[in-house]
């Protein structure tokens, strides 16, 4: 089978405005990773929809049962997307998913969601180490600024560090658009 898997991970409302952990723009992000998943859905391939559900004590954000857990309306699960519950940064870990895509057949994955620094980078060097060909949509993804000691690390910067880290030996990083086409001329 030579056709990839889509994986959006934690694309959730508590990431949005108004919500317990608000990065910067996740709207465009979420709004590039629907266009995926139309794309997806139309060629009837496989798709995940990854849910974190944070159950450590004394959780903030992503608690199970809030309105701030679910999924964002902009990537709703339709039918024949299946929805992963997660509880650790990795997608692979404690989870179904490395068996589904296994059968499903795919080695290739595009990868898309939130949190850039951490869930998407911990499930991409997982999908790395367990040898999947990984390409994540940058402008699929968001963050947020970070801080360390005295220094904050703009979110600007935290994206782009993570991304350049992540490019070459763990992925393919792209735009959707970019994504889009190459599938279209492949």
């Not at 692979?92 to 059968?103: G, I, N, R, V, W």
């Not at 951490?118 to 994540?136: E, K, P, W």
């Amino acid at each position: 089978m030579n056709q990839p898997a889509l994986l959006i991970i934690d694309i959730q409302n508590d990431y949005f405005p108004g919500g317990a952990m608000a990065l910067t723009a996740p709207e465009a992000a979420a709004r590039q990773a629907a266009e995926l998943l139309d794309y997806f859905r139309e060629h009837q391939w496989p798709r995940f929809l990854i849910q974190h559900e944070s159950v450590r004590p004394g959780a903030t954000f992503l608690v199970p049962g809030t309105p701030g857990q679910a999924l964002h309306s902009l990537i709703a699960p339709g039918a024949g997307d299946p929805v992963i519950t997660k509880r650790y940064p990795n997608a692979f870990q404690a989870t179904t998913l490395h068996d589904d895509l296994q059968s499903a057949g795919c080695r290739q994955l595009v990868i898309c969601g939130m949190m850039t620094h951490m869930c998407i980078d911990t499930t991409v060097r997982a999908a790395f180490s367990l040898g999947y060909q990984v390409q994540l949509i940058a402008d699929a993804t968001a963050t947020r600024a970070l801080r360390y000691g005295d220094h904050e690390v703009p979110a600007e910067a935290v994206q782009n560090a993570f991304l350049a880290a992540m490019q070459g030996v763990f992925a393919e990083v792209l735009n959707a658009d970019a994504w889009l086409t190459k599938e279209k001329e492949r």
